[in-house]
C-alpha cells in the first residue's frame, strides 16, 4: 500500500486539473470560436455594401499578406519581449479594432474600414499564433507538450465545425456586425484568461542582443543545424507543396465528378474536421506508444493512401472517410512536428524558429495549391490525387533515411 502511494504522488496531474492550463485551454477555444464569426460575418458585410466577389478577394488578399509579412519579424517580437504581455496587447488590440466595425456601421457602412482592421487585425493576429506556440513549454512539462498540443487543437477543430453556422445564426438574426461583436468579446475572453495564469520562467538566459538581420536569422540557422528538425523542414515544405490545394480539389471532385449539391460540401468538411478531432486526440498516445518517428512517417503515409483514394473512387461515403483519415494524419503528422520542435529549441529561440519554420514550411505551398487545382481541371482529379499520393509514400520513404525515424529525438537532440 505505501508503495501504491508513492507511485500515485509521482504520476503527473491530468491536464484539466492543472489550472494554469485548463484556463488557457478555456480563454482560447472560446476565442478560436470567435473567429469563425468573423471568418462568416466580414464577407457578408462586404457582400451587402459592394455585391462583389472581387472586393472580398482582394480584401482577403491584402490580409494574407499582411500576416506574411508580420510573420517574418513575429518571432523576434516573441523572443525579445513578455510573451504573455505580447498576447494580451494582441487581443485586446484585436478586440479594439474589430469593435470599431459595428460601432462604424452603426452610422452607416464604411467598407474603408474593413481594409484597415483586417489586414491590421491578421498581421496582429500572427504575432498572436507565434508567441500561442512558445506558451504551450511554459505551461506543461516537456513530456505534456504534445498531449497539450492535441487537446488545443482537438477543441479548436470542434469549433470550427460549431462555430460557422452559430454565426450564420448570429448574422442571420441580428446582421454580420452582431457577428464580429461576438468576436471582438472573444479576444476580451481571451486576453482575461492569460490574465489570470502564470507562465513558467525559462530555463536559458536570453543571448546578447547582435544585428537586427543577424537576429532575424537566427531561427532559420537553428532549423538547419538540428539534423532532426533540417529534415522535418525540408520533407514538410514539399508535403504542403503536394496536399495544400486539396480542400479546393476536394470541393470540385464532389461538385464536378461526383455531382453533388453544396450541401454535401458542407458535409464533406465536416466530416474532414471530425477527422481532426481524431487524430488530435490520438496524436499523444501514437507517440507515446510507437515513437515520433514511427507515428510521423506512419500518418504521411496513410494520408498520401487517403489522397490517393479521394480521386479513386466515386463514391461519395468513401470520399467522405478518405477526407476524414487524411485530416487525422495531416493532424498527428503536424501535432508531432510542432510539439518536437518546442521541445528541442532553447526558450529564446523558440519564437524565431517558429516564425522561420512557417516561412519556409509555407513557401512552396502556393505554387503547389495553383498546380494541384490547375491539373485536376485539366487532366482529371484522378491522376492528381494518385501523383500526390505516390509522392507522400516518397517523403515517408525519404525520411526513414534521416534522423526523423527516431523514436525519441528529442532526448538524441539533448
Not at 138 to 167: C, F, H, K, W, Y
Not at 278 to 285: D, H, M
Request: proline share 5%; net charge positive; glycine share 10%.
Amino acid at each position: 500500500m505505501e508503495d501504491d502511494s508513492r507511485d500515485d504522488s509521482r504520476r503527473p496531474r491530468p491536464l484539466w486539473r492543472d489550472r494554469d492550463f485548463t484556463v488557457f485551454w478555456s480563454a482560447q477555444t472560446l476565442s478560436v470560436a470567435g473567429d469563425a464569426f468573423a471568418l462568416i460575418a466580414v464577407p457578408l458585410l462586404v457582400l451587402h455594401v459592394t455585391g462583389s466577389v472581387a472586393q472580398m478577394g482582394l480584401l482577403t488578399g491584402l490580409a494574407s499578406a499582411a500576416s506574411v509579412g508580420a510573420g517574418v519579424f513575429a518571432g523576434l517580437i516573441v523572443d525579445r519581449l513578455d510573451r504573455r504581455t505580447v498576447m494580451i496587447c494582441c487581443d485586446l488590440a484585436r478586440m479594439v479594432l474589430y469593435g470599431l466595425v459595428p460601432v462604424a456601421w452603426h452610422f452607416g457602412p464604411r467598407i474603408w474600414l474593413l481594409y484597415v482592421v483586417l489586414p491590421v487585425c491578421e498581421a496582429v493576429g500572427m504575432v498572436f499564433q507565434v508567441a500561442y506556440v512558445t506558451a504551450v513549454p511554459g505551461l506543461v512539462d516537456g513530456d505534456r507538450i504534445t498531449e497539450a498540443n492535441g487537446r488545443l487543437s482537438a477543441t479548436a477543430a470542434m469549433t470550427q465545425v460549431a462555430g460557422p453556422p452559430l454565426a450564420g445564426v448570429v448574422a442571420g438574426w441580428w446582421g454580420p456586425t452582431a457577428a464580429i461583436s461576438v468576436n471582438a468579446a472573444s479576444f476580451a475572453v481571451s486576453a482575461a484568461g492569460l490574465c489570470l495564469i502564470r507562465f513558467r520562467r525559462a530555463s536559458g538566459a536570453r543571448p546578447e542582443p547582435g544585428t537586427a538581420w543577424r537576429e532575424l536569422l537566427a531561427g532559420a540557422r537553428f532549423l538547419w543545424r538540428q539534423p532532426v528538425l533540417r529534415a522535418l523542414t525540408v520533407l514538410l515544405s514539399f508535403f504542403i507543396f503536394l496536399t495544400l490545394g486539396m480542400t479546393d480539389v476536394l470541393i470540385y471532385h464532389v461538385k464536378h465528378d461526383l455531382g453533388r449539391p453544396d450541401g454535401s460540401v458542407g458535409l464533406i468538411l465536416g466530416v474532414a474536421a471530425v477527422g481532426t478531432v481524431a487524430g488530435s486526440l490520438l496524436v499523444a498516445p501514437l507517440r507515446r506508444g510507437a515513437g515520433f518517428g514511427t507515428s510521423w512517417m506512419a500518418a504521411i503515409a496513410v494520408s498520401g493512401t487517403a489522397v490517393a483514394a479521394i480521386g479513386a473512387t466515386d463514391s461519395f461515403p468513401i470520399v467522405a472517410v478518405a477526407a476524414a483519415v487524411y485530416m487525422a494524419c495531416v493532424t498527428v503528422a503536424g501535432i508531432s512536428s510542432m510539439s518536437l520542435r518546442q521541445q528541442v529549441t532553447p526558450d529564446h529561440l523558440l519564437g524565431r524558429v517558429t516564425s522561420a519554420f512557417w516561412t519556409i514550411h509555407y513557401s512552396l505551398g502556393p505554387a503547389g495549391a495553383a498546380v494541384l487545382t490547375w491539373g485536376a481541371q485539366r487532366y482529371g482529379v484522378l491522376p492528381v490525387s494518385l501523383l500526390a499520393g505516390v509522392c507522400c509514400l516518397l517523403i515517408t520513404l525519404v525520411a526513414f533515411f534521416t534522423p526523423i525515424r527516431q523514436p525519441h529525438p528529442e532526448l538524441a537532440a539533448e
